[in-house]
């Protein structure tokens, strides 16, 4: 279990990684929309394609990187209150058919968006913002990426699991 929680603690920094970039990006954005709306209500003109570039790079950039951080930490509801009465077995049983069912949407989902962002990337997509377009396809790959890190995290869990006798939702480390 010792091997485990150092690569845990490897992904734990992905995942502290991702939730920076998210939040830089989300002041970024705060930034970005509080200057469009400062020149247009001091000159009477805003940034062109400020909606667009806000909806196209800045809104993905501060949710997806951010996913598997918010999944490890435990505030999406689970069957936590359901399972608490239940033997360990019973919880065990429970927690990996979860898991499992978990994984195999999780990977459909990461299939789907991979080809939809090989599409974008063929199609070299982008989006017309006051009359320039703006390359977008890059982004499209931060989806797959949360799904596969979202993966990896529901995969420690059933290491855990597996090596514990007391299961549970969540990768907690032993101090």
């Given at each position: 279990?010792n091997?485990?929680?150092?690569?845990?603690?490897?992904?734990?920094?992905?995942?502290?990684?991702?939730?920076?970039?998210?939040?830089?990006?989300?002041?970024?954005?705060?930034?970005?929309?509080?200057v469009?709306?400062?020149?247009?209500?001091?000159?009477?003109?805003?940034?062109?394609?400020?909606?667009e570039?806000?909806?196209?790079?800045?809104?993905?950039l501060?949710?997806?990187?951010?996913?598997?951080?918010?999944?490890s930490?435990?505030?999406?509801?689970?069957?936590?209150?359901?399972i608490?009465?239940?033997?360990?077995q019973?919880?065990?049983?429970?927690?990996?058919?979860?898991?499992?069912?978990?994984?195999f949407?999780?990977?459909?989902m990461?299939?789907?968006?991979?080809?939809?962002?090989?599409?974008?990337?063929?199609?070299?997509m982008?989006?017309p913002?006051?009359?320039?377009?703006?390359?977008?396809?890059?982004?499209f790959?931060?989806?797959?990426?949360?799904f596969?890190?979202?993966?990896?995290e529901?995969?420690?869990?059933?290491?855990k699991?597996m090596m514990?006798k007391?299961?549970?939702?969540?990768?907690k480390e032993?101090?």
């Amino acid at each position: 279990m010792n091997r485990v929680n150092k690569l845990y603690r490897i992904f734990g920094w992905v995942k502290v990684l991702g939730l920076w970039i998210s939040g830089i990006s989300l002041l970024g954005m705060m930034i970005f929309i509080v200057v469009d709306v400062v020149f247009r209500n001091v000159s009477s003109n805003s940034i062109n394609g400020a909606f667009e570039i806000v909806q196209n790079y800045f809104m993905p950039l501060s949710v997806f990187p951010a996913l598997a951080y918010v999944y490890s930490s435990g505030v999406l509801p689970k069957m936590d209150l359901i399972i608490e009465k239940l033997n360990n077995q019973m919880k065990k049983v429970i927690i990996f058919s979860r898991v499992i069912i978990e994984i195999f949407i999780l990977a459909l989902m990461f299939q789907f968006t991979w080809d939809y962002a090989m599409y974008g990337l063929e199609r070299k997509m982008s989006f017309p913002a006051s009359g320039t377009m703006y390359i977008v396809y890059p982004l499209f790959f931060l989806i797959p990426i949360s799904f596969a890190l979202i993966i990896i995290e529901n995969v420690f869990i059933l290491i855990k699991n597996m090596m514990e006798k007391h299961p549970s939702f969540l990768f907690k480390e032993e101090k």
